[in-house]
């Protein structure tokens, strides 16, 4: 029982990388129907933006310029680098797909490939090929509850993706941006008739997504903290994964799906040798998927999606 | 000077020349009519003012400001509404939702004011909700307002494209083929809410259709587009005695 539940832990953790991840991929394809295939090396970019955010506050805090608890310091990373992260995903907006919005499907998905090998190359060239460490922004502290180890950074990590995924739903929801992604999501031609610019809802998308990747990016480099300029390419594609297991275009069903990936991937792990882990893991997930082609909240006509 | 002024426009798609030569004046609060055979360039005249296509050629002025080249969503704020023919209704969002949407540019509160719902941001949603529940009586759809759009008869939907058109308080309306799909009651219904929302408005309004009776009823003069070209302009009793509107339409009588 106790093992049961220590992965449990660890399965929500990991699920919460994946549900932000998940939930840029999904909100940018309902909107644009499009797959942005460079969104696993935006979360890349979004870690890496996290490390230089912290090392500048970290300096800044140890000069005196600012008295900040680490908390507050871990905080304000987040934030910053899902703001500075933002303007990525809109400048990959502007700058790569925008000229092919009329384009055919294919082209813009290699061009998000293309700028995928772009970021990461790019990375490479400015900071050169060595991993870069994450600074321990807070000093871990595990309780024991029942045989069950948690830490205090699992915890941070679980409750700011559960109150991201949150905020994003109620911002769909209930502002008029929501409700214009909402619309946009379904047809764009009477948009603009309403005063709205499908260009600025499309760079809004993006730059909310990758707020998220972003914030993902932070979250994993607490658990994990060494960086490299690869390190989306596999998160990239497996929250891909969970995006298409939500149903494409569903905020919800992208964060249930992503939780739901951590815990599939968690516990193959936990049964069977972890050498085995993604073999069985995609296995149980193309089964789902060839019992629910849509995914669990996806629409079965093909065009356009719920958000 | 008129409130819309489409001076001298010509549209070509590759070599295909879809509008040419094409003038119209539309004076405040005006019916205007333009009818015309299937594939003579009526949409696409729509298209052209409300900036979906750029001219090829001419220039449109909306109260005296130069709107073409515009992107479309600054020319649906400088106060143009329109519906389509072929209804583009947002088939996963209610009537009241759509309707609110229409109201997006004219809703202040800033992205912070979404988030922690400011007491600004909960006034002004209490405004736009009356101002919609308004809207959709003038329209008698007030009791669908929670109703999903493709649960609803066609007329209805017509309906509701129209009321997500006027809260965005154009000040002239493109109606393309209000009428199309319509039973006979509902036609007699539709022609009541168009003189209702024109009286109550008083806004401008540039209608196509293929009723005759509907359009000679309604409208203070209208055109006649064949292949892209005005063939006859004027009073409905001019319109159906003009020998060139009954080739246009019977096509021509051999000799």
Known sequence: ?307 | MPFLKVDNITHQFGGLRAVHDYELSVEPGQIRGLIGPNGAGKTTIFNLITGIYNPTHGHIYLDGERISGLPPHRIASMGIGRTFQNLLLWRHMNVLEHVKMARFSRIGYGLLGACFGTPRRHREEREIEEKAYDLLEMLDIRHLAGQAVPNLPYGAQRRVEMARALATEPKLLLLDEPTAGMNPDELVQIMEIIRRVHRELNLAIFLIEHRMRFVMELCDRIQTLDFGEVIAEGTPEEIQNNPRVIEAYLGATET
């Not at chain 1, 908390?71 to 910053?80: D, E, S």
């Not at chain 1, 970021?119 to 024991?144: C, H, K, Q, W």
């Not at chain 1, 409750?159 to 214009?180: D, E, I, Q, S, Y």
């Not at chain 1, 948009?191 to 499309?202: E, K, Q």
């Open chain 1, 1 to 307: 029982m106790a093992l049961f539940l220590q992965n449990l832990v660890n399965a929500l953790q990991w699920g919460s990388f994946y549900a932000l991840i998940a939930l840029g991929y999904s909100m940018v394809y309902s909107i644009l129907m499009l797959f942005n295939f460079a969104h696993g090396d935006i979360f890349m970019v979004g870690a890496y933006i996290g490390v230089g955010v912290a090392f500048v506050l970290i300096a800044m805090a140890s000069q005196g310029a600012l008295a900040l608890p680490p908390w507050a310091i871990l905080i304000l990373t987040i934030l910053f680098a899902m703001i500075l992260t933002s303007f990525v995903g809109m400048l990959v907006e502007r700058i790569g797909y925008r000229p092919l919005r009329a384009a055919p499907r294919a082209s813009a998905a290699i061009t998000g490939l293309m700028i995928g090998i772009i970021l990461e190359t790019g990375n490479l060239a400015l900071l050169g090929a060595r991993r870069i460490r994450f600074p321990s922004l807070i000093d871990t502290t595990v309780y024991e509850v029942g045989g069950v180890f948690i830490t205090n950074t699992k915890i941070i990590i679980v409750v700011v993706a559960l109150l991201l995924a949150t905020a994003m739903h109620l911002f769909v929801r209930k502002t008029k941006w929501g409700l214009a992604m909402r619309a946009m999501a379904f047809d764009y031609v009477a948009v603009p008739l309403m005063g709205v610019s499908v260009n600025a809802i499309a760079a809004l998308t993006f730059a909310l997504g990758s707020a998220l990747a972003a914030a993902a990016g932070i979250l994993y480099a607490l658990a994990y903290p060494v960086l490299d300029p690869y390190m989306g390419i596999l998160f990239g594609w497996k929250a891909f994964v969970a995006a298409i297991l939500g149903g494409r275009g569903s905020v919800m069903g992208a964060t249930l799906a992503g939780f739901l990936l951590g815990f599939i991937e968690i516990f193959a792990a936990m049964i069977f040798p972890s050498s085995l882990r993604d073999l069985i893991a995609y296995s149980i997930v193309l089964l789902i998927l060839i019992v629910r082609p849509h995914g669990f909240f996806g629409e079965p006509y093909s065009a356009r999606l719920r958000l």
